[in-house]
């Protein structure tokens, strides 16, 4: 593969191996002796990294293509949602260590819930498989969706777009205040983290802390949506009044200021700032590592470099060799014995 295909066919690689990961989880879940939970937590995991690396190159793929997937998606991880949800209010609770009856009720209700959306599930497969097609319509299908040949170009107006879109979110979150607008920072963070995490090695030791700040920041408003879900199940049980809302308005305004303080950090710059220094970086590091779009012969790369490329998970960094062929590769030199 040329130089210019070679991010286009990496993005392709990367939004398969998550829809297949996430598959996986979706089959695991099936499985009694596995930790079904765990499970369907992991695929809606894999399944919104895969909605992320859509919305990277939503302007490459045009906007027809990118409401299809996003949306068959999304609809997919919505299938999932409630057993999660359950799982994610339960352990708010407990961690808030209520004393008072009526919130030891509501603890109690909620575990009840729980426990029936749990059953529900594994009982009616049908949810799983309906949501194992989608993953595999669109892992197949990914190969007829339209990317131009480019390097940094495929990815720009996507990075750019992600920064903006967090940074208008978090600003509009921390002016209107209320838990949705709240709820849509913490989902563009989200997006910012992911995308980071696939350029971060053009610039590691300058992008990995605003990749960790763009984590903490979702992790931050993700405490306080979860509490603020709790506050409308405590206020429908009317569970509220033995101190367990004053504690939720504590910790809440404890992660909102944490928050607020990461967001102003982390998006002092101007979009188009952003991307121009990430195109600097993106320069500095073509200019540093011209051999990492070389194309490999498998058949003499050591199994060092091999192992390497195998370990790398992201667009940026790797060869052009698929991981199918890294993997083959590796397999032929360890049946031959040989390492070069």
């Given at each position: 593969m040329n130089d210019q295909g070679r991010v286009a066919s990496e993005w392709r690689r990367m939004a398969a191996d998550e829809a297949r990961a996430a598959r996986d989880d979706i089959?695991?879940?099936?499985?009694?002796?596995?930790?079904?939970?765990?499970?369907?937590?992991?695929?809606?995991?894999?399944?919104?990294?895969?909605?992320?690396?859509?919305?990277?190159?939503?302007?490459?793929?045009?906007?027809?293509?990118?409401?299809?997937?996003?949306?068959?998606?999304?609809?997919?991880?919505?299938?999932?949602?409630?057993?999660?949800?359950?799982d994610v209010i339960v352990?708010?609770?407990?961690?808030?260590?209520?004393?008072?009856?009526a919130a030891k009720s509501l603890r109690q209700l909620l575990t009840t819930e729980r426990r029936t959306l749990r059953a529900k599930m594994i009982e009616d497969g049908s949810l799983q498989n309906s949501?194992?097609?989608?993953?595999?319509?669109?892992?197949?299908?990914?190969?007829?969706?339209?990317?131009?040949?480019?390097?940094?170009?495929?990815?720009?107006?996507?990075?750019e777009d992600s920064?903006?879109?967090?940074?208008?979110a978090h600003r509009s979150?921390?002016?209107?205040?209320?838990?949705?607008?709240?709820?849509?920072?913490?989902?563009?963070?989200?997006?910012?983290?992911?995308?980071?995490r696939v350029v971060r090695p053009i610039a590691p030791n300058l992008l990995k802390p605003m990749e960790q700040d763009a984590h903490a920041l979702a992790d931050a408003l993700g405490a306080d949506h979860d509490l603020a879900v709790l506050t409308e199940r405590a206020d429908a049980a009317e569970a509220g009044d033995d101190g367990l809302t004053a504690t939720i308005v504590e910790r809440r305004q404890a992660h909102q200021t944490e928050a607020r303080r990461i967001g102003n950090q982390l998006f002092a710059e101007s979009p188009r700032a952003y991307v121009r220094r990430l195109a600097a970086y993106w320069s500095a590091w073509r200019t540093a590592h011209p051999e990492i779009s070389a194309e490999l012969d498998p058949?003499?790369?050591?199994?060092?470099?091999?192992?390497?490329?195998?370990?790398?998970?992201?667009?940026?960094?790797?060869?052009?060799?698929?991981?199918?062929?890294?993997?083959?590769?590796l397999a032929t030199q360890e049946a031959s014995g040989t390492s070069h």
């Open positions: 089959d695991s879940a099936a499985d009694p002796r596995a930790d079904r939970p765990a499970a369907i937590h992991s695929s809606r995991k894999h399944i919104r990294k895969a909605r992320a690396l859509l919305r990277l190159v939503r302007s490459e793929i045009g906007a027809k293509a990118f409401r299809r997937h996003n949306v068959a998606l999304r609809d997919a991880a919505r299938t999932l949602s409630p057993i999660r949800d359950a352990e708010t609770i407990r961690e808030l260590r209520p004393t008072g009856d949501v194992a097609r989608t993953l595999e319509r669109f892992a197949t299908e990914l190969r007829d969706l339209s990317l131009r040949d480019g390097d940094w170009s495929v990815l720009r107006d996507g990075l920064y903006r879109r967090a940074r208008r979150a921390f002016t209107d205040g209320a838990d949705a607008a709240l709820h849509d920072a913490r989902k563009r963070a989200k997006d910012l983290w992911y995308h980071l058949e003499h790369t050591s199994a060092e470099d091999l192992q390497r490329l195998a370990s790398k998970n992201e667009i940026i960094g790797r060869s052009a060799m698929t991981k199918r062929q890294i993997t083959a590769a």
